[in-house]
């Protein structure tokens, strides 16, 4: 992972040293499943760019995983570095690149009807303050993918481009936790229950670690200069 952080900065730089063969450059906003962002875009000869990439979002969604139902509110952060080869002097594109993710997800359970199903046990939902949990993102991730259009095309102002790609998430962690109300549950039951949470835990860490690779969509419109 690091390695591919190395490769995309030392294309940057490299990018820098060698303006005689660049096009261009070009900056301009971003918009798809990953979020509304900016990205900055090097031509460092007709056939490669390199490009560095802020982007971001907030929404919330709810997410039925075992018989737990979640309630997620979700944070989309990533900043990403790619390099892009344009074959045959096209506008289709081949982009690899590393990606530094924010990304993390606050869970709260919600009752389905007044109750919590947890580990095949039922617990009143009164006798629950609450059970919360968090999903984070790998730290930096690589990124692969395919697209349309290119920022630094020769003789033009304003370009538009399509991106599709993956980012593979080698494990995504997952962490969950209840308090108990005191009031209406002994501390057996409040430990049974915890005990049942820490099996929500592993089935919920399971569940969204079954699929590795993350789509990425995203759509954009560049000014060159």
Known sequence: MDRCIKI???????GAALPALA???AVGGTFGTDGVGIEYTYALSDSVTVSAGYSGINFNTTRK????????????????FKASYFPSDSSFHVTLGAINNGTEFDAKAR???DSFELNGNSYPASSVSSINGKLRFPSTT????????NPVR??????????????????????LNATCNNSLINQLQCF???NDVAQEEKQLQDDVNKNHWWPVLRAGAQYQF
Request: aromatic content about 14%.
């Open 154 to 175: 020769p003789e033009t102002r304003w370009n538009f481009t399509f991106d599709m790609g993956f980012q593979y998430l080698k494990s995504v962690n997952a962490s």
């Open 23 to 25: 096009e261009g450059y």
């Open 111 to 113: 009752p389905v009807g």
């Open 65 to 80: 995983i075992s018989a737990v139902s979640y309630q997620l509110d979700s944070k989309l952060r990533s900043l990403g």
């Open 192 to 194: 049974q229950l915890k």
């Open 8 to 14: 995309a900065c030392l294309a940057l730089c490299g």
């Open 142 to 149: 690589p990124y692969v993918g395919i697209g349309w259009g």
